[in-house]
């Protein structure tokens, strides 16, 4: 499946700024979310090819988000990447054993981001 459609799950509006911009010069259409509501709200409008998640985020955390989202049964299907300040072995193992695909930290690596989408798809 070719990625075309992300979402971006983060509250800092610096972040989602920052990966908007950087998606939308790789060829990437892009939509964005500060929150664990916005982001269902945005799921239900449609369906995206990938999801890039925050884990720090007040409210529902990206745990918890990626959690529901991935056993959601209608987007089981959409590869989630963890993008996080969290750095610690145990947070990436966590984030994974919750339905994420892969695991970035922040400052996020442009490089790395792409390489990590590009083997998804």
């Not at 700024?17 to 916005?38: H, R, S």
């Not at 529902?60 to 990626?66: A, D, H």
């Not at 049964?73 to 750095?87: G, H, Q, R």
């Not at 892969?102 to 998804?120: F, G, N, Q, S």
């Given at each position: ?20 911009d ?10 964005t ?7 269902f709200?945005?799921l ?15 409210g ?33 193992v ?21 390489a ?6």
């Amino acid at each position: 499946m070719a990625i075309r459609k992300v979402l971006v799950v983060d509250d800092s509006k610096t972040e989602l700024m920052f990966m908007t911009d950087l998606l939308q010069k790789n060829g990437f259409a892009v939509k964005t979310a500060e929150g664990a509501d916005d982001a269902f709200r945005r799921l239900a409008e449609e369906k995206p090819d990938l999801i890039l998640m925050d884990v720090v985020m007040p409210g529902q955390n990206g745990f918890q988000l990626t959690r529901a989202i991935s056993r959601d049964p209608n987007f089981a299907d959409v590869p989630i990447i963890m993008c996080t300040s969290k750095n610690q072995e145990t947070d990436r193992v966590w984030g994974m054993r919750q339905g994420a695909r892969d695991y970035i930290t922040k400052p996020v690596d442009a490089d790395e981001l792409m390489a990590k989408i590009k083997a998804l798809g």
